[in-house]
Nanobody, 121 residues
Framework: QVQLVESGGGLVQAGGSLRLSCAAS????????MGWYRQAPGKQRELVGD???????NYADSVKGRFTVSRDNAKSTVYLQMNSLKPEDTAVYYC???????????????WGQGTQVTVSS
């Protein structure tokens, strides 16, 4: 079983910064990708940004230039550095990992518990 533990959410004023962390643990053989999604009230869950095994990244247009996804492969941890935060960034942020566990032939999807990010005006 693979577990994802998120941390770093909270309340911040517009223009401020936060860094989210997501640590994967358990019987992990390899990780295909690690990234972040978010869901605001009344909206669909959307991709914020992720990083593939190659190191290439993908970002939502709304966060490009403000958010950065990084990872520490040795620690199986992915980070989301959020700068110049806006009220519209307010949402629950979920860590997402695609990984193979030991003894598994398939890539499985795992989700963190979610962490609230609130940006005040």
């Amino acid at each position: 079983q693979v577990q994802l533990v998120e941390s770093g959410g909270g309340l911040v004023q517009a223009g401020g910064s936060l860094r989210l962390s997501c640590a994967a643990s358990g019987s992990i053989f390899s990780i295909t990708s690690m990234g972040w999604y978010r869901q605001a009230p009344g909206k669909q869950r959307e991709l914020v940004g992720d990083m593939e095994r190659s190191g290439s990244t993908n970002y939502a247009d709304s966060v490009k230039g403000r958010f950065t996804v990084s990872r520490d492969n040795a620690k199986s941890t992915v980070y989301l550095q959020m700068n110049s935060l806006k009220p519209e960034d307010t949402a629950v942020y979920y860590c997402n990992v695609l990984a193979k566990g030991w003894g598994s032939w398939t890539v499985r999807e795992y989700w963190g518990q979610g962490t609230q990010v609130t940006v005040s005006s």
